[in-house]
């Protein structure tokens, strides 16, 4: 169908190993990486968690980090 987006994996909470390496794995053909991620204030900009790091500098497609409270 037309404009479908197409289901990808998706890591589940209860797997074993570490969160960032799981999103790599599950997006190694994904056109498009969604992130959540909780906005914390630094001194200078805001600061992203550990997951959202990594994620950003490793992953090889476009990622959107999505802030929430």
């Known amino acids: 169908m037309a404009g479908e ?6 890591p589940r909470a209860d797997e074993e190993g570490r969160p960032a390496q799981q999103l790599l794995d599950a997006s ?16 200078i900009g805001t600061h992203t968690g550990p997951v959202a790091h990594a994620v950003m500098h490793h992953v090889r497609c476009p990622v959107a980090i ?3 409270e």
């Not at 987006?5 to 998706?10: F, L, S």
């Not at 959540?36 to 630094?42: E, F, S, T």
Request: with cysteine; net charge positive.
């Open 66 to 68: 999505v802030p929430h």
């Open 28 to 43: 190694k053909d994904a056109g498009l990486l969604a992130v959540g991620c909780k906005i914390r204030p630094a001194r």
């Open 5 to 10: 987006v197409p289901r990808r994996r998706r």
